[in-house]
């Protein structure tokens, strides 16, 4: 596992701060379903992701959730490091989605090195500013996209990325990943199935007509 | 007008960044109504308030919008100059809500001073972590608190902006501020006159019980 070629600007920082970096990574792999940061708990690290794939969502008080983003090879996760600024005022989960390895980086290191390298402190503000056009991008989704819109594109984007048509999902998660309730899911998926788009069966979704549903989405 | 006393960190810069930013920030005094920067214009630049009232918003391919957040005196805004980052992929539009003088601070100089002052990128870090709490926060909102409570919070927080409980405001811009449809909003209103929280005239709410709307509001 070579850490300097996971890391996105390593050739940008000084041989010091990527010892810095480096000593204070811990590397750690688990398994798909574990939650690696809650929300109200501590100020978990940094995390880089080496291989498999993260979900950050958030959480209502009645305990339904909506997926924010997803975190894959090379990406780098600040919300779970948010003790590290006064200014981010919320909480969210990540999960691992697969079996996933990652690297933790230490807040307080990464805090340091943001105080004193402007290459840092400014590749934070892109990474900041990546994670805030995704949740823009899906609250115009929320606001002015029929749902099944946004069901057809969700089913398209699962699909591609367990490189499947067959998903083994329940509409409860899929109801959690989108931020509505489970009944709204299987109304409309019982509508994609009238219309020949999927097939339905105890705990999986199958994609029958993928071009309906990329020229639903797309409508 | 001092710039000097407006700017959050200038005690913080050096003499030499602070010359610059002086120079090449432009006084400008709109009234209530004016679009200031305009989503897919040109890059207008950093905002700084002096005093008066900017609301930030996104708008739909249809003309629906829905209100971000406000800024006040001595608020800084980034994203009229969203040209300064690669990573932001989102159009937002300012509009002044009421008489505002601001400080237009170029771009390409302040993008400048964050390369190579960790001081202003970490600054511009805690900026835009406070707007992406404030849109975090709003989300939750939409996804997860109903409408009629929403709507009892943004009466009264336009009566505290406002200073008065007769609120002249249609109710087209309510829901442009809310993200959802006149009709919407017009059918609510109705609900709290009913119920005896407001009173409706043409081109006025008046918030008649306060203090039952702070009970919908947080219930």
Known sequence: MNFASYFPIW???TPTQQQLLQQNAVSRTVDKGTVIHNGNADCTGLLLVRSGQLRAYILSAEGREITLYRLFDRDLCLFSA?????????????EA????TIWIISADIYQGMMKESTVISNFTNEIMATRFSEVMWLMEQILWKSFDKRLAGFLLEESRLEE?????????????????AREVVTRMLRYFQNEGM????????E?????ALEKLQNA
Chains 1, 2 share one sequence.
């Not at 999927?198 to 979704?205: A, C, F, I, Q």
């Open 164 to 180: 499947t048509s067959l998903l083994r999902i329940t509409h409860e998660t899929i109801a959690n990943h989108m931020g509505t």
């Open 198 to 205: 999927v097939r339905l069966t105890r705990g999986t979704v």
């Open 97 to 100: 989605e697969k079996d996933t």
């Open 82 to 94: 948010s003790c590290m600024m006064n200014s981010i005022q919320f909480d969210i989960t990540i």
């Open 11 to 13: 050739d940008k920082i």
């Open 207 to 211: 994609i029958i007509d993928e071009t």
